[in-house]
C-alpha cells in the first residue's frame, strides 16, 4: 500500500500568523486520467472529519480563502494564511489515487 | 443537504458481531453517482477506510484486507440505509465508526460523513 506521511507531527501557531503542513506520499499520486487525488481534512474535538480541499487544491464550498493547497507528484502543502481560533484540531490528507485510500497520520494545531 | 446518521450499539462482547446502519436523507442508497463506504478511526490505526457499497445496475462491495472475511455492508433500499457488520470482533476493533459518502470519479474524495459511533468491544 502507498504510505502517507504528514509533518509535523503538532504545531503550535500564534493567532493571525501563517501555518504549512506537509504530506507525502510514497508514490506519485498522478492517475492515469491526469487528475490528482489528495484531499485535505480538518476535525475539530469530538467532531467528524470536515473535507477542505480535494484534487490537491479545490476548495470545498464555504471553506474560507485563507486555506489553500498546493503540490504534485508526492509532495503535496496545505497552508493557512492567517490562523484563526476556530482553525484549531487534526489536519489530514488523503490519498485516492491508488488502492486502498490511505489516510496520513493527522498534524494537530494549536494556537499559541 | 445530504445527512448521514448512524445508530447502533456502543459495546460489543469479544468474538460478537459489531452492527452499525446508516440512515440517509438527501440522497439514495441506490444512486448511480455514489458510494457509501464505512471508515473507523482509533489512536493506534487512525483513520482507516473499511468498505463501501455501491450499485451499478447491481450490487458491489469492496473491503479493506485488514478485515476482509470478518465485514458485510449491505444497502436496504426500503429505508434507504446502508449498515456494517463486523464479525468476531476483537478489542482492536474499538473505535469511533463513520458512515461516508463518496461521489464517483471523485477517487475517494469523502464529503459527507456521518456523526460517528464509538464502538467499545469488551466483556
Known amino acids: 500500500d502507498v504510505v502517507v506521511t504528514q509533518s509535523p507531527l503538532s504545531l503550535s501557531v500564534p493567532l493571525g500568523q501563517p501555518a504549512s503542513i506537509s504530506c507525502r506520499s510514497s508514490?506519485?499520486?498522478?492517475?492515469?486520467?491526469?487528475?490528482?487525488?489528495l484531499t485535505w481534512y480538518h476535525q475539530r474535538p469530538g467532531q467528524s472529519p470536515r473535507r477542505l480541499i480535494s484534487?490537491?487544491?479545490n476548495r470545498d464550498s464555504g471553506v474560507p480563502d485563507r486555506f489553500s493547497g498546493s503540490g504534485s507528484d508526492t509532495d503535496f502543502t496545505l497552508k493557512i494564511t492567517s490562523v484563526e481560533a476556530e482553525d484549531v484540531g487534526v489536519y489530514y490528507c488523503?490519498?485516492?489515487?491508488?488502492?486502498?485510500?490511505?489516510f496520513g497520520g493527522g498534524t494537530k494545531l494549536e494556537i499559541k | 443537504q445530504v445527512q448521514l446518521q448512524q445508530s447502533g450499539p456502543g459495546l460489543v462482547k469479544p468474538s460478537q458481531t459489531l452492527s452499525l446502519s446508516c440512515v440517509i436523507s438527501?440522497?439514495?442508497?441506490?444512486?448511480?453517482?455514489?458510494?457509501w463506504n464505512w471508515i473507523r478511526q482509533s489512536p493506534s490505526r487512525g483513520l482507516e477506510w473499511l468498505g463501501r457499497?455501491?450499485?451499478?445496475?447491481?450490487?458491489?462491495?469492496n473491503y479493506a484486507r485488514s478485515v476482509e472475511g470478518r465485514i458485510t455492508i449491505n444497502p436496504d433500499t426500503s429505508k434507504n440505509q446502508f449498515s456494517l457488520q463486523l464479525h468476531s470482533v476483537t478489542p482492536d476493533d474499538t473505535a469511533v465508526y463513520y458512515c461516508?459518502?463518496?461521489?464517483?470519479?471523485?477517487?475517494?474524495?469523502?464529503?459527507?460523513w456521518g456523526q460517528g459511533t464509538l464502538v467499545t468491544v469488551a466483556s
Open positions: 461516508v459518502r463518496d461521489v464517483h470519479g471523485t477517487y475517494n474524495s469523502y464529503d459527507y
Open positions: 438527501g440522497d439514495s442508497v441506490s444512486s448511480t453517482s455514489v458510494i
Open positions: 457499497i455501491y450499485y451499478r445496475s447491481t450490487w458491489h462491495n
Open positions: 508514490q506519485s499520486l498522478l492517475y492515469h486520467d491526469g487528475n490528482t487525488y
Open positions: 484534487q490537491v487544491s
Open positions: 488523503l490519498q485516492g489515487s491508488h488502492w486502498p485510500p490511505i
